[in-house]
């Protein structure tokens, strides 16, 4: 059974940092490129950051600058460290999966909250 569980969010005011995590199992981590999504109240979900299996990284224009995705795949985690929080960026953070070997083979967390106050 596959799961990937997200945590580290949180209340954090503006200004402030916050690392985020994501533990994959049931995959083998290494072939997936992983991806931070978020979701904002009546918006849609958008992309944070992504790095694929071999490593090559892209972020969101909103967030280049002030966020940096990692991985590691001895521990089947992937990370995001947000800094220089805005208010604008409160939503729910959701970690992906995504297969690079098979098509369509696409994985969710549950997600988590990130609130930043003003």
């Known amino acids: 059974q596959v799961q990937l569980v997200e945590s580290g969010g949180g209340l954090v005011q503006a200004g402030g940092s916050l690392g985020l995590s994501c533990a994959a199992s049931?995959?083998?981590?290494?072939?997936?490129?992983m991806g931070w999504y978020r979701q904002a109240p009546g918006n849609e979900r958008e992309l944070v950051a992504a790095?694929?299996?071999?490593?090559?990284?892209n972020y969101a224009d909103s967030v280049k600058g002030r966020a940096t995705i990692s991985r590691d795949n001895s521990k089947n985690t992937v990370y995001l460290q947000m800094n220089s929080l805005k208010p604008e960026d409160t939503a729910v953070y959701y970690c992906?999966?995504?297969?690079?070997?098979?098509?369509?083979?696409?994985?969710w967390g549950k997600g988590t909250l990130v609130t930043v106050s003003s």
């Open positions: 790095v694929t299996a071999g490593g090559n990284i």
């Open positions: 992906n999966a995504d297969s690079a070997k098979f098509f369509n083979v696409n994985y």
């Open positions: 049931g995959i083998r981590f290494s072939t997936y490129n």
